[in-house]
């Protein structure tokens, strides 16, 4: 099974300020044969299902506010949130659909600070 | 617009078995593979499914293969997860999810609202 990590596990940032969350799986998610990362990144408010904020690695689902952006290749990943708003407060997760287990990490809850 | 209704949750006590269904609307559910994913209260996220657009291919997690069972009545617009011989461990809210195409190897792109279930006796 790929195993997927996540850091840190919460981080509190001010408002307006950038917050970083990092991702990395035990194995590569980069399939050769398209050159595509089978990583995506859902946002999880409280009391809400997830919602998918980033797939590809790096493509920003339709409507996400373009302060989200997904970067990285093979085994390592980032989401950034360049400007913390309010309405960012919330559980991170990342995801790989590259082979079955299609597992999670441990989730980063994003604060206020 | 998207809309995946889970219901069928409940209490059950070990060893039980529930079904649950998904009501999918606003797409066409025979394009889509679709799957279950469940979070236990105050836990992250699980993996637990997927099937295939046609349902001809179907995946498990090791904590649920042989036990639960994914299937789907694409003219029914319905998704289902048979679920038998319970375990406390299985209490969370189980979400159903539409894959972003017909493979399983999709992402997911819509999650639904989730049904609670409680094993416990």
């Known amino acids: 099974d790929i195993v997927m990590t996540q850091s840190p596990d919460s981080l509190a940032v001010s408002l307006g300020e950038r917050a970083t969350i990092n991702c990395k799986s035990s194995?590569?998610?980069?399939?050769?044969?398209?050159?595509?990362?089978?990583l995506v990144w859902y946002q999880q408010k409280p009391g809400q299902p997830p919602k998918l904020l980033v797939y590809?690695?790096?493509t920003r689902e339709s409507g996400v506010p373009d302060r989200f952006s997904g970067s990285g290749s093979g085994t390592d990943f980032t989401l950034t949130i360049s400007s913390l708003q309010a309405e960012d407060v919330a559980v991170y997760y990342c995801?790989?659909?590259?082979?079955?287990?299609?597992?999670f990490g441990p989730g980063t809850k994003v604060d206020i600070k | 617009e998207v809309q995946l209704v889970a219901s069928g949750g409940g209490l059950v006590q070990p060893g039980g078995s529930l079904r649950l269904s998904c009501a999918a609307s606003?797409?066409?559910?025979?394009?889509?593979?679709m799957s279950w994913v469940r979070q236990a209260p105050g836990k992250g996220l699980e993996w637990v499914s997927v099937?295939?657009?046609?349902?001809?291919?179907?995946y498990y997690a090791a904590s649920v293969k042989g036990r639960f069972t994914i299937s789907r009545d694409n003219s029914k617009n319905t998704l289902y997860l048979q679920m038998n011989s319970l375990r406390a461990e299985d209490t969370a809210v189980y979400y159903c999810?539409?894959?972003?195409?017909?493979?399983?190897?999709?992402?997911?792109?819509?999650w639904g609202q989730g049904t609670l279930v409680t094993v416990s006796s």
């Open positions: 999810a539409k894959q972003s195409a017909g493979n399983c190897y999709s992402s997911i792109d819509y």
């Open positions: 590809w690695a790096s």
């Open positions: 606003g797409f066409t559910l025979s394009s889509y593979a």
């Open positions: 099937i295939s657009s046609s349902g001809d291919n179907t």
């Open positions: 194995q590569s998610v980069l399939y050769s044969s398209n050159n595509k990362n089978y």
């Open positions: 995801q790989q659909h590259y082979s079955v287990p299609f597992t």
